[in-house]
């Protein structure tokens, strides 16, 4: 039983961490990276579908992303759809591929995105405790119907605190490195 809700608990924390890491991937740190794209969608034949399944994304350096689309129909579209997010970058359409040039940030514009990616950091933390606090009700309420004694509840609290403290760790590590990833000129 313990084991049961220790890895349900361990799942959802998971879960929160993995979402974390989607999260920081889409937000631009001054070096072109081809998963900003990741959340854009595209019309294209009437479904929205990812750029990344309609083109060739490329990092020729630090600063550009070059778009390739195997359908050259889609360019227009591939670019409106960037112009239409809240990318911040101007896409150059150049005939049968779109560059991207990332521009430098400004240091108003890196302490934005820092609070930003602390928010997420901040939804991941209450995402795992919410995982903590479940996992603890699930305890009380099988130690309450007899499934276990009072002694395996307090051991499995004492491990889902561990579990909750070593993820929380985990996110602090990944903000505090998403940081510093975003404050380097």
């Given at each position: 039983?313990n084991?049961?809700?220790?890895e349900?608990?361990?799942?959802?924390?998971?879960?929160?961490?993995?979402?974390?890491?989607?999260?920081f991937?889409?937000?631009?740190?001054?070096?072109?990276?081809?998963?900003?794209?990741d959340?854009?969608?595209?019309?294209?034949?009437?479904?929205?579908?990812?750029?990344?399944?309609?083109?060739?994304?490329?990092?020729?350096?630090?600063?550009?992303?070059?778009?390739?689309?195997?359908d050259?129909?889609a360019?227009?579209?591939i670019?409106?759809?960037?112009q239409?997010s809240?990318?911040?970058?101007t896409?150059?359409d150049?005939?049968?591929?779109?560059?991207?040039?990332?521009p430098?940030?400004?240091?108003?514009?890196?302490r934005?995105?820092?609070k930003l990616?602390?928010g997420?950091?901040?939804e991941?933390r209450?995402?795992?405790?919410?995982?903590?606090r479940?996992?603890?009700s699930?305890?009380?309420?099988?130690?309450k119907?007899g499934?276990?004694?009072?002694?395996?509840?307090?051991r499995?609290?004492?491990?889902?605190?561990?579990?909750?403290d070593?993820?929380?760790?985990?996110?602090?590590?990944?903000?505090?490195?998403?940081e510093?990833e975003?404050?380097?000129?």
């Amino acid at each position: 039983m313990n084991e049961e809700i220790l890895e349900n608990a361990e799942e959802r924390m998971m879960s929160a961490l993995e979402a974390l890491s989607s999260n920081f991937s889409a937000v631009r740190t001054g070096r072109a990276n081809p998963m900003v794209l990741d959340r854009i969608r595209v019309e294209y034949y009437g479904a929205m579908t990812p750029i990344n399944q309609i083109a060739a994304i490329k990092a020729p350096d630090a600063h550009m992303l070059v778009i390739e689309p195997w359908d050259k129909g889609a360019l227009k579209s591939i670019v409106r759809a960037i112009q239409e997010s809240d990318l911040g970058v101007t896409p150059n359409d150049g005939g049968d591929v779109i560059r991207l040039p990332f521009p430098a940030l400004t240091e108003e514009r890196r302490r934005e995105l820092a609070k930003l990616c602390k928010g997420y950091a901040e939804e991941a933390r209450v995402a795992v405790r919410n995982a903590r606090r479940d996992a603890n009700s699930a305890l009380a309420k099988a130690e309450k119907n007899g499934d276990i004694t009072e002694d395996d509840q307090r051991r499995g609290e004492a491990d889902v605190q561990k579990l909750t403290d070593r993820y929380v760790a985990q996110i602090d590590e990944a903000y505090k490195k998403k940081e510093a990833e975003l404050m380097e000129i």
